[in-house]
């Protein structure tokens, strides 16, 4: 079983609409990413959060905005999304090292924008 | 940043048979893991080997860094091995959490 949660696991949204995905980690990570998954492609890096700051963004449109209350928890807010947004949203969790750090995949929150 | 191929794209085998995928990456790396995506879309982890070798049950991998390359062994393959096959590397240099997928191997396993 994961230990990475993320919910909701399907959400469907207007463009006008405003919604969240969640996740959440009890493994005392310090690291937390969201990554973006498109039909047929590999996932794609968006955000890391280090010690619950924003430590890179990979250009990623304002119409995504993330947020780290805590050391356990991420948020992705979603506003005035565009169909081609509709794609699989994967959370993830890592310790934090210079040497290398293993990556833990939540099962994803699969995002359709009508 | 890190490049990373990975072959064949996509493979079917018959199931019992044995296979190899492989993944070769551009710069030295801090960190290389092996996925297997379901179709509901989580990704598991198969191993972590930035080098040497490692064995799980039906399946090994072995990353010789210093030639850039990583393979994934599947023996004696079963239709629940099917799926996408993914290896991510954390490369060494361009700034560490920055892990970049290959594009994947998509398995089937036939009965």
């Known amino acids: 079983d994961t230990e990475v949660t993320q919910t909701p696991k399907h959400l469907v949204m207007g463009m006008t609409n405003k919604k969240s995905l969640k996740c959440e980690q009890h493994?005392?990570?310090?690291?937390m990413y969201w990554y973006k998954q498109k039909a047929k492609k590999p996932p794609e890096l968006m955000f890391v959060y280090s010690y619950e700051k924003l430590s890179i963004n990979e250009s990623v449109p304002s119409r995504f905005s993330p947020e780290c209350p805590n050391s356990s928890l991420l948020n992705l807010h979603l506003h005035a999304l565009q169909p081609e947004d509709s794609a699989l949203y994967l959370c993830a969790s890592s310790q934090i090292s210079t040497l290398g750090n293993t990556i833990y995949f939540g099962e994803g929150s699969w995002l359709t924008v009508v | 940043g890190i490049q990373v191929e990975q072959s064949p794209p996509d493979l079917i085998l018959q199931e019992g048979a044995n296979s190899t995928l492989r993944c070769n990456f551009s710069?030295?790396?801090?960190?290389l893991q092996w996925f297997h995506q379901n179709p509901w879309g989580q990704l598991i982890n198969l191993f972590y080997i930035p080098s040497g070798t490692k064995q799980n049950g039906r399946l090994s991998a072995t990353t010789v860094a210093t030639e850039r390359y990583s393979l994934l062994y599947i023996s004696s393959s079963q239709t629940t091995d099917s799926g996408v096959y993914f290896c991510a590397v954390e490369g060494r240099s361009g700034g560490y959490q920055k892990v970049t997928f290959g594009i994947g191997t998509k398995l089937q396993v036939i009965p």
């Open positions: 493994m005392g990570h310090r690291a």
């Open positions: 710069d030295s790396v801090n960190n």
